[in-house]
């Protein structure tokens, strides 16, 4: 039986920026490390950072923790996941996320009738004006740029769906046989609307695993609001300027893989993944696990965080140690990142329902129960 032939790979537009230059090239994950030029890069990182969050505050009011986390995850090579009723801002967020960083950015809606070629681009039959012969030329769908917006991501169906998988995953759609590479760098960011769930179609567990932060958007405070108000019923226009380009990013994505992490600070992690797994089976936990488990885990959990989860929590508490100027990674920030990562991963079951337990309640008994290790290093 001859072998499956591999389909060929077609480059991402030149028009898109996808390489760092070779003055800026910095050497992959696992070469030599060089100290001295990463700690001078988190620092003006640091200083990007600072001048991102002035930036958007020019058109967004409060929502800082949720910026943080975007930012996190743009920089650990993550994909969001934004919960929050109508009329937060979470469209204009992204889309002044993605200008103060020089990225392109476009917005699909998700919609029942929504096809997977509406999304990844599709193949037209067009004559070559050269030679007179008729070829196939692919058009690019949305998901080409650096920053996708999935609006309402639970209205379409599950088929449409999953044409963000090989996306998110592997940075690449595949049409008509034909691998096509996306721009770099690349982030989905999925909306949620938590009120109407008639008509939707929930995401299964292995797209939401996906998703390397689920972020909670709640309603602004009574001050915030206030200045909501007054900004946005007046005729000023916020001018913004562009703080990073997408080299300095990629850049800062390779940076954030080399940052060194304590082997007590991975166990650290993995302790708050493995508490809450009920078993290595559906149904079956040996022994010790049974020992091991907290109370509230049996009780309330049907099933936790996978080896994923502790990954995501290691990479996004190294974003998070650059974004604050830091080339270690403590206990601390992998508690701060740790409610985002673990929220869409722990799956509670009817008593948690019918006592109004949600996974936010599990993840901070977690975080109050898991000893902290006296060698950490204080946090500046």
Known sequence: MPAASTPPVV??????PTELGDAEAVPAYGGGPRLEGDLSAIERLNDGYRRIRKEIA???VGQEQALEELLIAIFARGHCLLVGVPGLAKTLMIRTLADSLSLSFSRVQFTPDLMPSDITGFEVLQEDKTTGQRVFKFLHGPIFANVVLADEINRTPPKTQAA????????QVTVGGTRHKLPEPFFV?????????????????AQLDRFMFMINLDYPEEEEEF??????????????????????????QDIVRKVPVAPYVIRYAMKFTRLTRKGNRIGAATAKQTAEMPGFIRDYVTWGAGPRATQFLILAAKARAVLHGRYYVSCEDVRMVAPAVMRHRIVTNFNAEAEGIRPDDIIAKLIEMVPRDPSERTER
């Open 58 to 60: 020019k058109a967004i």
């Open 11 to 16: 480059p991402v537009p030149s028009a898109i």
């Open 227 to 252: 200045r909501i108000v007054e900004m946005t019923t007046s005729t000023a226009v916020p001018k913004l300027e562009k703080v990073l380009s997408s080299t300095d990013i990629l850049e800062m």
């Open 164 to 171: 963000l998988l090989e996306a998110m995953q592997e940075k």
């Open 189 to 205: 960011l999925a909306t949620q609307n938590p009120i109407e769930q008639e008509g939707t179609y929930p995401l299964p567990e």
